[in-house]
């Protein structure tokens, strides 16, 4: 690539990471700390060697085609990469980068204090509390699940839900089942803390008191956690989902929240975030979280750091190391 890179980053990162990205090329850093829109999109393709964007930049369509020619790498600040269309990608010679195992405990430290959470009803009592509405302690009083001893199920046992499976196992005494989209090595599952896998997603549900999903977004897992699912869930059972908002029906969610079959839920994704269905505020049962499952100051870090790796590999003429496609 002749000359020093022109790389664009489109929301504002730590600043230590920042820093050391100047190193790699002429960079711009947009202003704004809002998700890109489909404009501005189209108009960087033909301006930039590399974009790194994040999981909440929606990339349109015609993004693809104006990148030929120019564009030549798309470094994404996060595991997941549904928002990136990879045949789109592929088909105009764009290469596609993410940054798996940094994020790994921090989600799965999330998804366990969203299940402790939504259990306990830390919230509501946290909520009661604030307001200035306790009474004091009585032996009826905001009644929760109890953790200790129960069975999680788990939907998608990659870094992140073996690593849940440990925490909920050693920590909690938890047994744990779970569905995974291969089959995983024993010893793998053994050491997550003798984790057992279903043939299915509703075996699971029918199986266990919590269900925390840690599956990939996407076109395959859209609707996943749909009413059917959620039927077969033993009546009282808790979801906790980290994984993306696209993989729960959110109107199955609330009808079966409504009918009470449901126990409640901890949810730090959501279909169409930022925006929140309306819906959401009026279950009390309800643990509700900002998108939060990387958020500390390490593993941000860590994210951006692992992104530069894979751009200055990239720009070196190399393979990058978390090479999407």
């Known amino acids: 690539m002749a000359g020093r890179a022109k790389i664009l980053v489109t929301r504002a990162w730590p600043e230590a990471v920042e820093a050391r990205l100047t190193e790699l090329g002429a960079v711009t850093f947009r202003a704004p700390d809002t998700p890109m829109s489909a404009a501005e999109f ?3 393709a033909g301006r930039y060697d590399a974009i790194l964007p994040t999981v909440s930049d929606v990339i349109p369509p015609e993004f693809y085609p104006a990148a030929k020619g120019r564009l030549r790498l798309l470094a994404s600040y996060g595991v997941g ?6 045949t789109a990608a592929r088909e105009n010679g764009i290469t596609v980068t993410n940054t798996p195992g940094v994020l790994t405990d921090c989600t799965a430290d999330l998804a366990m204090g969203l299940l402790l959470a939504a259990a306990r009803r830390i919230g509501e009592g946290e909520r009661e509390t604030r307001a200035g509405h306790w009474a004091g302690w009585r032996p009826t009083h905001m009644i929760g699940r ?3 001893g129960a069975t999680l199920g788990i939907v998608g046992f990659g870094r992140i839900g073996q690593a849940m499976s440990r925490r909920a196992h050693y920590g ?4 744990v089942v779970f569905q995974n989209r291969s089959t995983v090595d024993p010893e793998v599952a053994r050491a997550a803390g003798n984790a057992r896998q279903l043939a299915s997603v509703i075996e699971v549900a029918k199986a266990c008191d919590f269900l925390s999903l840690h599956c990939p977004g996407g076109a395959e897992t859209a609707g996943l956690i749909g009413a059917e699912v959620l039927a077969a869930m033993k009546p009282g059972a808790i979801l906790v989902n980290t994984a ?3 993989v729960v029906d959110e109107d199955a969610l609330f009808a079966a929240l409504e009918r009470g079959h449901l126990g409640g839920a901890g949810l730090d994704v959501y279909r169409g975030e930022p925006a929140l269905d309306p819906r959401f505020l009026d279950h009390d049962s309800l643990v509700l979280a900002p998108h939060l499952g990387s958020a ?12 530069i790796d894979n751009l200055a ?3 070196a003429g190399a393979i990058p190391p978390d090479r999407v496609v």
Do not use: Q, W
């Not at 909690?172 to 047994?175: P, R």
């Open 296 to 307: 500390t100051e390490e593993t941000r870090a860590a994210m951006g750091h692992r992104a």
């Open 172 to 175: 909690f005494g938890m047994e």
């Open 313 to 315: 590999a990239f720009l």
């Open 244 to 246: 993306r908002g696209d």
């Open 81 to 86: 990469y549904n928002h990136i269309d990879i």
């Open 42 to 44: 189209i108009d960087a």
């Open 146 to 148: 109890k953790v200790s």
